[in-house]
């Protein structure tokens, strides 16, 4: 009874370079979340998402950050052209499907991505 | 706008202490209430969670919350605090019905033994 997996765990970049971060819900999960963490702050939304759908993303910046969650495969995070302040936790998040209980988020173990 | 507070950033008590930590939130709609806990090392765990019904909500470990829709909180407590409850505890609320997660900036809570 696998929970969230979220690979790699750490994640060493240089800027300019990309990031792409990997999400897999829990087993029967058809929506996914992703959150960032940056050092002394709380975990901020960023995107929302159902399999092939991006339902919101207002917490997603405008520019380099992109997200998806194909038919098959995990949900990536991927982010283009670093730079050093692109550097946090990275967590993600899954839910049953809406009407099948209560909206509860299982949070995976998060990806630390550092920035050099 | 919505948000969330945590009034303590960082709280230190022995072992055998209670423990009381605000969550305050606005907004005037229905919320969804959680409290997250995070132990060194390790992913987000959630200790109890409130959607309707009694506001008074147990959790896992001896934890429990009380919901006061009048002073829009929802503080977490523990009577007696042992020195594995070190970690970080965030609030969270869901406005409104929507999916994502609004979280507080979260209580170090450090118990020593």
């Known amino acids: 009874n696998a929970g969230v997996m979220q690979n790699p765990r750490h994640l060493v970049r240089r800027r300019g370079q990309e990031a792409r971060l990997r999400c897999s819900p829990m087993k029967g999960h058809s929506h996914v979340y992703w959150y960032r963490q940056l050092p002394e702050e709380g975990l901020k939304f960023m995107v929302y998402l159902q399999k092939e759908n991006i339902i919101d993303e207002s917490g997603m910046p405008k520019e380099r950050f992109s997200a998806e969650f194909p038919k098959e495969g995990p949900s990536i995070l991927r982010i283009q052209q670093v730079v050093r302040g692109d550097s946090a936790a990275y967590f993600c998040?899954?839910?049953?499907?809406?009407?099948?209980?209560?909206?509860?988020?299982?949070f995976g173990a998060g990806t630390r991505l550092s920035v050099l | 706008a919505q948000s969330v507070s945590q009034h303590n950033h960082h709280v230190i008590l022995s072992e055998a202490a209670s423990l009381e930590l605000g969550c305050n939130y606005s907004y005037g709609g229905t919320v969804n209430l959680f409290w997250y806990v995070q132990y060194p090392g390790q992913h987000l765990q959630l200790l109890l969670k409130?959607?309707?019904?009694?506001?008074l909500v147990k959790g896992i470990k001896g934890f429990e919350a009380e919901f006061i829709k009048s002073k829009f909180s929802f503080n977490l407590r523990k009577p007696s605090v042992q020195w594995s409850d070190t970690a970080e505890y965030f609030c969270a609320v869901i406005f409104g019905g929507y999916q994502k997660v609004t979280f507080g900036i979260g209580t170090k809570l450090q118990v020593i033994p």
């Open positions: 409130y959607f309707s019904g009694d506001p």
């Open positions: 998040a899954s839910s049953p499907t809406i009407g099948q209980g209560e909206n509860i988020q299982y």
